[in-house]
Each structure stands twice: as structure tokens, then as C-alpha cells.
Nanobody, 123 residues
Framework: QVQLVESGGGSVESGGSLRLSCAAS????????MSWVRQAPGKGREGVAT???????NYANSVKGRFTISQDNAKNTLYLQMNSLKPDDTGMYYC?????????????????WGQGTQVTVSS
């Protein structure tokens, strides 16, 4: 089992920055696919960024060039650096993980989820 705890959300003005963190505990070394997934009010979940141990990083088109996903393996922590934030980036941001990246994770299905951290961007 893996436990995921997010932090770092908050309220910022358009153009601002935030850094989200996701601390993994338990059998954290078993997961090789970690992602940030967000859900805006009244909308479905959207994959934002993924880091795959074997193939690197991947981003949604809407955040490319503005967001950076990274991880500190020594600390078992996943990060999402968010710059040039826009009101459309508002939502609940979840850390998600699975043993491998593949068809299930590309469909937004992950074995482990955090509780989420709220990001609000005002215009």
C-alpha cells in the first residue's frame, strides 16, 4: 500500500506561481508512475502531468511550458511547479500513483490517490 499526501495549494492572482508537493509513504518504491490530476468545479478530472520512471515526463497541452513535474526519490516526494497561473487552472489537484504507466493510467485510473489540495487563481 502507498499513502499520498498533497500540500502547497492556495489562492493566487493570475500570473502567479505555486509549488505543490505530494509525500509518498508506505511501499513508495513500488510505484513507477506518478501524476498530478486536477478537477475544476463542475468538470471531470483532467491529467495535468505525469512522470514515468522509464519514459520520462508528459504534460497536458494546456500546461506545457508553464508547469513542471519532478520528484525527489530520496524524500519520496513528487512536486508540481506551476508558473504563469491562469483562472482556468483553478481546481482541486490530486496526486495519483500506480505501479506502471499504461492504458489504465492514461484513462485516469490509478491505484493510489491523495486527498487533494485546492488551487484557486483569481483574475
Amino acid at each position: 500500500q502507498v499513502q499520498l499526501v498533497e500540500s502547497g495549494g492556495g489562492s493566487v492572482e493570475s500570473g502567479g506561481s505555486l509549488r505543490l508537493s505530494c509525500a509518498a509513504s508506505g511501499d513508495a518504491n513500488s510505484v513507477h508512475c506518478m501524476s498530478w490530476v486536477r478537477q475544476a468545479p463542475g468538470k471531470g478530472r483532467e491529467g495535468v502531468a505525469t512522470i514515468d520512471t522509464y519514459s520520462g515526463t508528459n504534460y497536458a497541452n494546456s500546461v506545457k511550458g508553464r508547469f513542471t513535474i519532478s520528484q525527489d526519490n530520496a524524500k519520496n516526494t513528487l512536486y508540481l511547479q506551476m508558473n504563469s497561473l491562469k483562472p482556468d487552472d483553478t481546481g482541486m489537484y490530486y496526486c495519483a500513483a500506480d505501479l506502471w504507466c499504461g492504458e489504465r493510467t492514461r484513462a485516469g485510473e490509478y491505484k493510489y490517490w491523495g486527498q487533494g489540495t485546492q488551487v484557486t487563481v483569481s483574475s
